[in-house]
C-alpha cells in the first residue's frame, strides 16, 4: 500500500473518530436538557417531631409576603409529627402557622432553597397570632384594626390605609390616607381624622423604617399612642391586597387624662407584619 493511501486512510480514520465524538457529547447534552425540562427542582422538606401537645392541630405555610400557600398545608399526628414540601416556585421565603383549638402561633421567616432539609421544634412557633374576630357589644368600647395595601392606581409603592371599625372599613375612608414612595424614615405621619363613632375620634399613624417596612399604629383622643401587635407592611410585598393589623379593642377615655405621643426616630417603629385580610 502506497504512503498516500495510508495517510489518506489515517486521515479518514481520524475525521470518523472525531464526528462519533461530537455525537456522543451532543447526545450527552441534549439527554441533559431534557432531564433538566422534565425534572422540577427538588423540594425544601420542613418538619417537625415534638408537637404531641398539639395532635390535630394544623400547620399552615405563608409565603414572603405573609399569602397562604394553599396546597401547602398539613394535619399534627398522633405522635407529634408533621412535614410539607415547599417548592422554590411557590416561596423564596416562608413561615409556619400552628392552628389549634387554644393556640396560633407562628414561626420567624425561613429560607427556601432547592434540595433543603430542616427540622423545625415548637420553640420555633414563637408568634403568638390574634385570631379574635368576635366584636364586642359594649358600646364604650370598638374594635378596630387597620388595613393597609399598595395601592395600584397610584405611583409606584404608594401605600394606601383605613380603619375597619366594628368589622367594617369606613366609608368614605379618610382623605389623608396614602404614603408616597419618598416618604421620610423614622418619623411618624399621621392620617386625617377618622369619627369611628361613639365619641371615638381616630387617626391612623405610620412610620417608614430604614430598610422601607412601614409600621402603623393608632392615634386616639384621650388615649396614648397604640401600637397594635401585628402592625408592619413589609418591602417585599408586591401585591394590592389588603392587609390588615391584629384586633384593637379601644374603651372611651377618662376625662383629663394624660397620654404619650410617638415622635420623630421612636424606637416604638418596629413589629410584627400585618396579617393576609
Not at 102 to 116: H, S, Y
Not at 145 to 157: D, T, V
Not at 228 to 255: A, E, F, M, V, Y
Amino acid at each position: 500500500m502506497s504512503m498516500s493511501r495510508m495517510r489518506l486512510l489515517s486521515t479518514r480514520w481520524k475525521i470518523g473518530i472525531g464526528l462519533l465524538l461530537s455525537a456522543v457529547a451532543l447526545l450527552v447534552i441534549f439527554t441533559s436538557t431534557l432531564n433538566a425540562q422534565q425534572t422540577p427542582p427538588p423540594p425544601h422538606w420542613f418538619w417537625g417531631n415534638d408537637m404531641q401537645a398539639y395532635v390535630g392541630a394544623t400547620i399552615e405555610a405563608y409565603d414572603q409576603d405573609g399569602a397562604a400557600i394553599s396546597e401547602s398545608s398539613t394535619t399534627v399526628m398522633r405522635t407529634g409529627e408533621w412535614s410539607l414540601i415547599i417548592l422554590t416556585e411557590s416561596a423564596t421565603r416562608v413561615s409556619f402557622r400552628l392552628v389549634g383549638d387554644n393556640a396560633t402561633r407562628e414561626t420567624e421567616l425561613r429560607d427556601v432553597i432547592r434540595a433543603g432539609f430542616d427540622q423545625i421544634s415548637i420553640r420555633a412557633f414563637t408568634t403568638e397570632i390574634d385570631t379574635d374576630d368576635g366584636l364586642t357589644e359594649d358600646p364604650t368600647t370598638i374594635d378596630v384594626r387597620i388595613h393597609a395595601r399598595l395601592n395600584p392606581e397610584r405611583p409606584a409603592r404608594t401605600l394606601e390605609f383605613n380603619l375597619i371599625v366594628n368589622g367594617e372599613a369606613m366609608d368614605p375612608p379618610p382623605s389623608a390616607r396614602y404614603l408616597g414612595p419618598g416618604l421620610a424614615t423614622d418619623r411618624w405621619f399621621r392620617s386625617s381624622e377618622i369619627d369611628a363613632g361613639n365619641g371615638f375620634i381616630v387617626r391612623i399613624i405610620a412610620c417608614k423604617k430604614s430598610n422601607d417596612d412601614v409600621v402603623f399604629g393608632l392615634r386616639v383622643d384621650g388615649h396614648d399612642d397604640i401600637i397594635p401587635k401585628n402592625r408592619r407592611l413589609q418591602n417585599s410585598i408586591t401585591h394590592n391586597r389588603w392587609l390588615r393589623s391584629s384586633q384593637i379593642p379601644i374603651p372611651l377615655p377618662t376625662d383629663n387624662q394624660d397620654v404619650v405621643r410617638l415622635g420623630r426616630g421612636d424606637t416604638n417603629c418596629t413589629a410584627a407584619p400585618l396579617a393576609p385580610n
